[in-house]
């Protein structure tokens, strides 16, 4: 036999060896694999408290005895959660949460904004083509641009019913989603929704109307508050109470019993949304016996739905996420007091120094069209005929803008849209909050603490921490959730890609999020 006929005997011996011997590995890698459980939990809850910041759950802690003592100590609690997107602002932090979208994919840029193809400003779920159903203006999920846990869940077949209840009409709309089977929020004292879901409201929620859940209120005393007597006044005056709450956790309970979720095969989505504690807040701010008392309801609220979930789906059969939709700044004059930074910049002063300065540079004109949340919609065609480049405006004003008192950075559409930023933190949330559709065309930072002097109390919407650290919490079955102590930074869209994980099903289409995968067993 030739050489090379010896070598090629001999190959073909070690590659059937090679070939024996990495089919057989791979046979006990395969045998080795972790069976995929068929197990879903019957119900999944989210629960998001209005501009609840995290430390609220470390400096009143020692006092819960009810819903979130459960969750600190049965749950997968992150401790240094936050938003990386701003405006940190009531809907921009409700689309994101069931999303993983931040504003520059989800499209909702905040609360509201300037439509400029409407030429009129809007409401994130303002829709005049539904019909409203109880009370209030039209309102549907028509702008949020992305999918959300819930819509993923039905598309997938694995789901069955999905609901968000709140007191407020985004609140209740956006972490349901496009396809969710019904909202419900509170208008005058009733829950109300819109022709988005239904032609007309269930019949039992049009009982839960008709008993005037929200009377038994009138004239009760909290804190040092007497309700008004029914009737308009206290229909008003109960949004700044726990009372809202009660109502929303009340109407929440009938919602699990009448709609028969969490009894089946297919998992069954439930948003609610406590809002009450974003209206104590903006009054009184984060550091007031009326705040102490509302996070202490807040966690017997929580503790009551936990209890009504589980004895509608099961013990073991719910999963459920708590969080927030942003904090919010101390009150600046009580910083002040302390020797903190903080304080009151002039709102008013910082448009006209910027139409001052526009009409120096260019001539008499119409350079504003809208105040945004987070900065000015310029004109594009301020003096006819001109011409002026549109990034010329961009830069004057923005120019302009930081060389005010107490401005910290301000940014132009142009930067943004071309992804000119240094880099860090701030900037990154920034410019993840930017809508090229719907945001301003220059958006200013303040200061820590700033605020504007045109309210009193104090507000949110700052990219700073005390605006975006929020409470994350999952809950749930041993196969589903690890419990314990998770201090690594994370961010609350990674929320919805972590459940989706969990349910087995696509992950929402404009997620940006990572899975949380250190608290999956």
Known sequence: MFRFDIEVEAFMKLRGWLLAFLLGSANVAVAQLPPQTEE???????????QMRYDYLTRFGHEFDSGLKRLLQEGAVFTNANYEAAPTMTAVGHSTILSGA????????????????EGRNVTSVFDDEVTALGGGNGASPKRLAVTTVGDELKYSGKGGKVFGVSLKDRSAILPAGRTADG???LVDGQFVSSSWYFE???????????????????????????MPEPGPELYDAIDSSPFADQLVLDFARTLLVEEGLGLDEATDLLSVSFSAVDYVGHATGPDTPRMHDMILQIDKRIGALMEAAERQAGEGKVLLVLTA?????PVPEENMAKGLPGGRYNTRGEREAVEAALTAAFGEGSYIEANGEMGLYLNADPVPGKKIPFEELQRVAAETLRQQPHVSRVYTRADLERGLISGDRIDRRVYNGFSPRHSPDVLVVHEPNWLGNGFGGTTHGSPYSYDTHVPVIFWGPSYLVKPGLYHDDVAVHDIAPTLASMLG???????????????IP
């Open 183 to 185: 909202a419900f929020w």
């Open 200 to 226: 007309q409201l269930p019949a039992w929620v049009t009982r839960f109307n008709d008993a005037k859940p929200a009377d038994k209120f009138g004239g009760v005393t909290w804190v040092d508050v007497v």
């Open 325 to 329: 939709d942003h904090g919010v700044s």
């Open 505 to 519: 099903i696509a992950t929402p289409s404009g997620a940006q999020g990572r899975v949380l995968s250190e608290i």
């Open 40 to 50: 879903r939990p019957a119900l999944v809850v989210l629960v998001v408290v209005d």
């Open 102 to 117: 931040t504003p520059s994919v989800s499209g909702i840029a905040g609360n509201t904004w300037y439509e400029r193809a």
